[in-house]
């Protein structure tokens, strides 16, 4: 289990609101970001269901990483307690997903109800 700074387990711990994390490069943003997901969809009183979640990130690559290391970190709980009551459908969390895409993604939306 990683060892998180005091500033690092506030943002894994806040609730009541969105979190934006922001820091310089490889000082554990990811990890952080895998930790609170893992914490908030596997909670014992109101996890939330992973469908819930918006989590955006820069570029394509760093949306496919964050992927590949949550499903990594929920197989890793999976292997040690098989039993347990984790959500199975987060394989479908969006890959590519940019603030670019998210943008144009919300637009289209937007402009579909409008021509309906």
């Given at each position: 289990?990683?060892?998180?700074?005091d500033?690092?387990?506030?943002?894994?711990?806040?609730?009541?609101?969105s979190?934006?994390v922001?820091?310089?490069?490889?000082?554990?943003?990811t990890?952080?970001?895998?930790?609170?997901?893992?914490?908030?969809?596997?909670?014992?009183?109101?996890?939330?269901?992973?469908?819930?979640?918006?989590?955006?990130?820069f570029?394509?690559?760093?949306?496919?990483?964050?992927?590949e290391?949550?499903?990594?970190?929920i197989?890793?709980?999976?292997?040690?307690?098989?039993?347990n009551?984790?959500?199975?459908?987060?394989?479908?969390?969006?890959?590519?997903?940019?603030?670019?895409?998210?943008?144009?993604?919300?637009?289209?939306?937007k402009?579909?109800?409008k021509?309906?």
């Amino acid at each position: 289990m990683a060892v998180f700074t005091d500033a690092q387990t506030d943002a894994i711990n806040a609730q009541g609101g969105s979190v934006l994390v922001s820091a310089a490069a490889g000082s554990g943003k990811t990890t952080v970001l895998i930790e609170r997901i893992i914490r908030m969809i596997t909670r014992r009183e109101n996890p939330i269901d992973v469908d819930r979640l918006l989590i955006v990130t820069f570029t394509r690559a760093a949306a496919s990483e964050m992927k590949e290391r949550l499903a990594k970190a929920i197989n890793s709980l999976l292997e040690n307690d098989p039993y347990n009551s984790l959500p199975v459908s987060y394989t479908h969390l969006r890959a590519h997903e940019t603030r670019h895409d998210l943008v144009c993604r919300l637009l289209l939306e937007k402009k579909k109800k409008k021509n309906k």
